[in-house]
């Protein structure tokens, strides 16, 4: 039995890159042609001229958030389901409230792969805890591990009694739900002396996954990996028996920007995950997730041979008040295209004496008292509060992916 769900994980990469790069550019066409928010929002752009990941990387970026005013405008998915898509078999609703469909189509949501690489084979019992109402996750794993040929616990949340009792009766070899509740099952059958010892392999994901958790399942004899996934997009990324990292899923092409913008940032660090799927039926090209992650550099030790992320690092949609006004990632990005001399800026948010103060720390490529004055006169423009500007060396700021650092105490 290979390692591997399929050769699309063992290609070469330049053989990878070429391939999705085309998929990339007949998806952008197909979107156009049949949805009317994609032919909309890329009215401008030739998709035949899609030859490269730096021609993608000019188009513009739809953001998750602001899929709220579309769909309102336009219910219930404001216009970015294909009208050639398979048949509607569910509507599920995010917060924001935002819309998700669902399409009668096996493993819709492309996460049989990421199940296959946490160890799960056809005809292993699982136990499914995520929930099956309003958001998609317990059918996303749900026709998942159909795709498999896992038989299915429909547990659902909630009740670790009842899940402690179920996996004690019914032996499943797998868990699939949050590390969180897994952690408060196990525990919940110690309480009750019950013998859950079936359980030798679980897929979490939906919160982050803390060392302390993955120690203490490591000390119970668990294999527990992650999986990133979003309700729209599907599988992401998903972490191997490697453990070094998260592998991109072959269903998506990922990009990881400067947050506030669509520019690309090097490999290693810290930005917005974007992605573009290949899903025919609900096609998203250089989606924003708002979420925040980074390449890393080499290939996974597994034998996977796509690019690795280091997993969720935060959310990326940084915007504050201060002194009543509202700033956002996409200003301070916007300062920084109006200064040759700046390489990156954060804001630094604090308050002295119960009164909100705002430093602009700027690496520039030049250092003068001149520079100073400009970038305070750009940023009353950009950002229409006063500032303290800041400027340092290249490179002296943290890799984090940070824009805004609100420091105050809300």
Not at 7 to 16: G, I, S
Not at 51 to 74: D, F
Not at 356 to 379: F, G, K, N, R
């Amino acid at each position: 039995m290979t390692d591997f769900y399929d050769n699309l994980e063992t290609r070469e990469p330049d053989q990878r890159q070429a391939e999705q790069i085309k998929a990339i550019a007949h998806q952008v066409a197909h979107a156009q042609a049949t949805c009317p928010a994609w032919a909309n929002i890329l009215k401008a752009v030739s998709a035949a001229d899609i030859t490269s990941a730096q021609a993608l990387a000019a188009l513009p970026v739809t953001r998750k958030s602001s899929l709220i005013e579309l769909q309102k405008n336009t219910m219930p998915f404001g216009g970015f389901v294909s009208s050639e898509a398979a048949p509607l078999a569910y509507i599920f609703t995010s917060p924001g409230p935002i819309n998700e469909p669902g399409f009668d189509v096996p493993d819709h949501w492309h996460f049989a792969r990421a199940l296959y690489a946490g160890g799960l084979r056809k005809g292993d019992l699982v136990h499914n805890t995520f929930s099956y109402h309003f958001t998609p996750a317990g059918v996303m794993f749900d026709s998942a591990l159909k795709a498999l040929g896992c038989p299915v616990i429909a547990a659902g949340t909630g009740n670790s009694d009842m899940q402690a009792q179920s996996i004690a009766a019914l032996k499943p070899k797998a868990y699939v739900g949050t590390p969180s509740f897994l952690k408060i099952v196990l525990e919940k059958a110690d309480t009750l002396a019950l013998d859950i010892s079936s359980l030798t392999h679980a897929v979490v994901g939906g919160e982050p996954f803390f060392p302390a958790q993955q120690a203490f399942f490591k000390a119970r004899g668990l294999n527990v990996l992650q999986g990133y996934a979003t309700a729209d997009l599907g599988s992401i990324a998903y972490e191997t028996p490697a453990q070094e990292g998260m592998v991109i899923d072959e269903d998506v092409y990922v990009e990881i920007v400067r947050p506030g913008t669509g520019d690309l940032v090097a490999d290693g660090e810290v930005g917005e995950v974007v992605v573009t799927n290949f899903n025919p039926h609900y096609p998203l090209i250089r989606f924003a997730t708002g979420d925040m992650s980074a390449i890393m550099a080499g290939q996974s030790p597994c034998g996977r041979t796509n690019k690795r992320i280091k997993g969720w690092m935060g959310r990326a949609d940084q915007a504050t008040k201060v002194r009543g006004m509202f700033v956002r990632p996409e200003q301070v990005a916007d300062l920084v295209a109006k200064n040759e001399s700046l390489v990156k800026a954060r804001l630094r948010v604090t308050q002295v004496n119960g009164q909100d103060s705002m430093q602009v720390l700027c690496e520039a490529t030049v250092i003068s008292p001149e520079l100073t004055a400009a970038i305070s006169d750009s940023a009353r423009s950009v950002l229409h509060l006063r500032a303290e500007v800041v400027l340092q060396e290249v490179g002296s700021l943290p890799n984090d992916g940070i824009v805004i650092h609100d420091q105050r105490e809300h």
